[in-house]
């Protein structure tokens, strides 16, 4: 069986991740039992839940074990298999370690991709649980409406890059804020927005939405709590939906935003719903059917940020984090057939 190297967890975050949290060890993959399939793995996926599962700060009940390899979506391809469901040559997406290969069971943990239909990278960002979180938030939660107004918060990312796409394609009227003008740019141009706004450099960030959504909010996909939920808290219409679907700006601190205008969420009769994508995850088919179709046709434009190497996993996580991407971030850890 080959060695692999593996990311592990060091250490627990006090508030900001930094590189002396992770350490890479080598390991030998274990013997196939019955069902399991070897992977080897191409593209490795790193989201912001991941800074819950670390622990520390304000995050989440940790979920990642000292000592013990990180794990989170991965696709690779089949090595060997033990399974009658995988053979050789198969590309899989799994929730496998950070590492260049690794044992899977079969059956739940793993689903076969098509590398016909979209590049394999496309099934952890758009075709993936990205896109279905975006999905979930906007079209279950937010159902936009022709004419109404969406606002956006980390518009150009995996999420917040589909979520205002579906809200473009039913017939909104679709703002976003993101940072960096070069990300500005983005949304409004390939992605076809109509209006956004780079929030490090607005003083205020409710003046920037009374400016750029001069009517108002009907849809609010969240991505950012803090001062920009507590901006369109302000700015919202009467019966407005919001779909929380994350706070980044959060995650990292000692001490959380304290909200001012939640007293809005009664007097507005706001429709405020968190949502949680794996609550959702038996609609991975149906969405990757409908919306591959959007990308193949040029419907729906795709920003992937691809960084290169296990080694470099760390760095890739970290950075995203802190809004160094430029679109949905993905590692390539090995080689992929279909690359060109
Ligand atoms: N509910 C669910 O099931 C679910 C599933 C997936 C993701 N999420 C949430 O969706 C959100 C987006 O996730 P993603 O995977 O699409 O990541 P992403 O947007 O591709 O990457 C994270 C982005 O967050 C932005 N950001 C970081 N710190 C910020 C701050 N202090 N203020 C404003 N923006 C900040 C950065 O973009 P800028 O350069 O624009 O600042 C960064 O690029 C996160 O809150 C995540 O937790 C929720």
């Given amino acids: ?51 819950g599962l670390m622990g520390g700060g304000v995050a989440y009940a940790a979920g990642f074990e000292i000592g013990q390899p990180l794990f989170g979506r991965v696709i690779g391809e089949v090595a060997q298999s033990r399974n009658a469901d995988y053979r050789e040559g198969d590309f899989v997406y799994g929730m496998l370690d950070w590492a260049d290969w690794s044992v899977a069971k079969g059956g739940e943990s793993l689903r076969k991709v098509d590398s016909a239909r979209a590049p394999l990278s496309y099934y952890l960002g758009t075709l993936g649980f990205p896109g279905l979180t975006a999905y979930v938030g906007m079209m279950l939660i937010g159902e936009p409406k022709p004419g109404e107004t969406v606002f956006v918060s980390a518009a150009s990312g995996a999420v917040g890059q589909v979520a205002g796409q579906l809200a473009r394609i039913a017939g909104a009227r679709v703002v976003g804020s993101a940072g960096s003008d070069e990300k500005v740019r983005f949304i409004t141009g390939e992605c076809g927005f109509h209006d956004g706004f780079n929030y490090r450099i607005t003083p205020s960030v ?109 760095a890739a996580f970290i950075g995203m984090l802190a809004g160094e991407n430029f679109g949905k971030r993905v590692i390539k850890v090995g080689d992929d057939p279909n690359w060109n």
């Fill in 1 to 51: 069986m080959p060695t692999t190297r593996q990311v592990t967890l060091a250490s627990r975050p006090q508030t900001v991740v930094v590189p002396e949290n992770f350490a890479m060890q080598e390991a030998v993959t274990p013997d196939l039992g019955e069902g399991d399939v070897l992977v080897r793995h191409i593209y490795m996926s790193v989201d912001p839940y991941m800074r």
């Fill in 206 to 314: 409710l003046e920037a939405l009374r400016l750029h959504c001069s009517d108002g909010i009907d849809v609010d996909f969240e991505n950012v709590g803090g001062e920009t939920l507590d901006a369109v808290l302000a700015h919202a219409n009467p019966f407005a939906r919001i779909a929380v679907c994350g706070m980044i700006s959060q995650y990292n601190l000692a001490e959380p935003y304290h909200l001012k205008h939640v007293n809005e969420v009664v007097s507005k009769r706001l429709n405020m719903r968190g949502f949680v994508v794996r609550d959702h995850a038996h609609l991975i088919e149906q969405f990757i059917d409908e919306t591959a179709g959007h990308i193949a046709d040029g419907t729906m434009a795709v920003a992937e940020d691809m960084m290169f190497g296990l080694e470099n996993s760390p």
